[in-house]
């Protein structure tokens, strides 16, 4: 006891001195000092005195710091006082740049999730914006500062998917190019060209992205025909047909989405953002309202197709339903049928026609201007494609004249 005392009024400790030092505080002379604990932890302090005022700042933690380190970290900072800087507010700008300059493609890429949820559907939560970078590329650069990705890095990343797996390699490709321009936005070092440079290095894709398999129009009604079970399969995909929706507004419908014959579908469950309002009203053919009727008794929680165990049908019910029966189209599909229906039977402008599918068109001022969804139109497509469906001939027909 008594040497580790005379130790410390020498002014310095000895590495002795810090290991055996007991409970209190310790000083090692010219503002350090180190504050033992009684489990045998303990804490490097120094005081510096920065115009006029006593200022004390730690250093680190017995066991991160040794004792020379903490005398050398001592002389840097009392160095800076003696120039007249606060060495507090210095070490914590020296924290800043470094973290800023070591920004790793994992935090950027989250930070840029995080800010386009709002343009997402559901504001992301299934994932399906995010999924391609977590799965194909943080896990090989997401510890990489962002500033130090190039191209080779990214090709390296990409290379294992890039012609098998297509369409997902390019969804990767292009999530990673939105994050480079947002770390650029925070102004981040980044090479913004590295992904377009990447792609050069990874050559043309040899998978050719194909069409879902759609059902010829001529045979819709046929196929309709068949669908005469009161299930919550059959009486689904009736709807998904009458309506030209994709399948998951059809699987999450609620009751109280439909007022009269209009069903507004919510925005969330709609693949494209339409207009300032987003939701998207869909007028109900008198054959739809009566699948709807059908359906009311399967209701379980607001919800009109609810699944067996808990939540709604899956996504592959209603394929599953085709599959079985050996047909290579799929619910998707329909959408098809009925855009080449419009084209081949109808003479419904181009914009209304893609409005049937809820397709955007033209450019985001247009669109501004043009505060239409075309809804009167679109209720008398949607009952003439009912008729048809149901067996109605005389819509097989071109129409002739102006819509309404």
Same mark, same amino acid.
């Given at each position: 006891?008594?040497?580790?005392l005379? #130790?410390?009024i020498m002014g310095?400790?000895t590495?002795?001195?810090?290991?055996?030092?007991p409970?209190?505080?310790h000083?090692?002379?010219s503002g350090?000092r *180190?504050v033992?604990?009684?489990?045998?932890?303990?804490?490097?302090?120094?005081?510096?005195?920065?115009?006029?005022?006593?200022?004390?700042?730690? *250093?680190?933690?017995?066991?991160?710091?040794?004792?020379?380190?903490?005398?050398e970290l001592?002389?840097h900072?009392?160095g800076?006082?003696?120039k007249?800087?606060d060495p507090i507010?210095?070490?914590?700008?020296?924290?800043?740049e470094?973290?800023r300059?070591?920004h790793?493609?994992?935090?950027v890429?989250?930070?840029?999730?995080?800010?386009?949820k709002?343009?997402?559907?559901?504001?992301?939560?299934?994932?399906?914006w995010?999924?391609p970078?977590e799965?194909?590329?943080l896990?090989?650069?997401?510890r990489?500062?962002?500033? #130090?990705i190039? $191209?080779r890095d990214?090709r390296?990343?990409?290379?294992p998917i890039?012609?098998?797996k297509a369409?997902?390699a390019?969804?990767a490709?292009?999530?990673?190019?939105i994050?480079?321009?947002h770390?650029?936005?925070?102004?981040?070092?980044v090479?913004? $060209?590295a992904?377009a440079?990447?792609?050069?290095l990874l050559? !043309?894709?040899?998978h &050719?992205?194909k069409?879902i398999p759609s059902l010829?129009w $001529?045979e819709?009604p046929d196929?309709?025909?068949? =669908?005469?079970?009161a299930?919550?399969?059959? =009486?689904?995909?009736r *709807?998904l047909?009458?309506?030209?929706?994709?399948?998951?507004?059809?699987r999450?419908?609620r009751?109280d989405?439909i007022?009269g014959d209009?069903? &507004?579908?919510?925005?969330e469950n709609?693949?494209?953002r339409?207009?300032?309002?987003q939701?998207?009203?869909?007028?109900?053919?008198?054959?739809?309202l009566a699948?709807?009727?059908?359906?009311?008794?399967?209701? !379980?929680n607001g919800f009109l197709?609810p699944?067996?165990r808990?939540?709604?049908i899956?996504?592959a019910?209603m394929a !599953? *339903?085709?599959e079985?029966?050996?047909?290579?189209?799929?619910?998707?599909?329909?959408r098809?049928?009925?855009r080449?229906w419009?084209a081949e039977?109808?003479?419904?402008?181009?914009?209304?026609?893609e409005a049937?599918?809820?397709h955007m068109?033209?450019?985001?001022v @247009?669109?501004?201007y043009?505060?239409?969804?075309?809804l009167?139109?679109?209720r008398?497509?949607?009952? !003439?494609?009912? #008729?048809?469906v149901?067996?109605?001939p @005389?819509?097989?027909?071109?129409?002739?004249?102006?819509?309404?």
């Amino acid at each position: 006891m008594g040497d580790i005392l005379g #130790d410390a009024i020498m002014g310095k400790l000895t590495a002795v001195a810090v290991k055996n030092a007991p409970p209190g505080k310790h000083e090692d002379g010219s503002g350090l000092r *180190l504050v033992k604990r009684a489990d045998g932890a303990g804490q490097w302090v120094l005081r510096v005195t920065i115009h006029g005022r006593r200022r004390e700042m730690g *250093l680190g933690g017995l066991k991160s710091v040794s004792l020379k380190e903490a005398r050398e970290l001592a002389a840097h900072f009392r160095g800076l006082a003696a120039k007249g800087t606060d060495p507090i507010r210095e070490r914590e700008h020296e924290r800043r740049e470094a973290a800023r300059n070591l920004h790793l493609l994992a935090d950027v890429s989250l930070d840029a999730f995080e800010s386009r949820k709002a343009e997402l559907k559901g504001d992301g939560k299934a994932g399906r914006w995010f999924s391609p970078l977590e799965l194909h590329v943080l896990p090989k650069l997401g510890r990489v500062p962002i500033a #130090d990705i190039d $191209q080779r890095d990214i090709r390296d990343a990409l290379a294992p998917i890039w012609h098998i797996k297509a369409a997902t390699a390019k969804k990767a490709a292009d999530r990673l190019n939105i994050v480079l321009n947002h770390a650029a936005a925070l102004g981040l070092d980044v090479d913004l $060209q590295a992904v377009a440079k990447a792609k050069a290095l990874l050559g !043309r894709q040899r998978h &050719t992205v194909k069409s879902i398999p759609s059902l010829p129009w $001529q045979e819709v009604p046929d196929f309709y025909s068949t =669908l005469d079970e009161a299930t919550v399969t059959h =009486l689904a995909l009736r *709807l998904l047909i009458l309506t030209g929706l994709r399948s998951r507004p059809i699987r999450f419908l609620r009751l109280d989405e439909i007022d009269g014959d209009v069903w &507004t579908v919510p925005a969330e469950n709609m693949k494209a953002r339409l207009g300032a309002a987003q939701n998207f009203p869909v007028p109900l053919s008198a054959e739809a309202l009566a699948v709807i009727e059908q359906a009311r008794p399967f209701e !379980r929680n607001g919800f009109l197709f609810p699944s067996l165990r808990k939540g709604v049908i899956s996504d592959a019910t209603m394929a !599953r *339903l085709m599959e079985r029966r050996g047909m290579e189209a799929r619910p998707h599909g329909f959408r098809s049928s009925l855009r080449t229906w419009l084209a081949e039977t109808t003479d419904a402008p181009h914009e209304v026609a893609e409005a049937m599918l809820a397709h955007m068109t033209d450019n985001k001022v @247009v669109r501004t201007y043009r505060q239409t969804d075309y809804l009167d139109r679109r209720r008398i497509l949607l009952e !003439r494609w009912s #008729d048809y469906v149901t067996g109605d001939p @005389v819509n097989v027909l071109k129409f002739t004249g102006r819509m309404p």
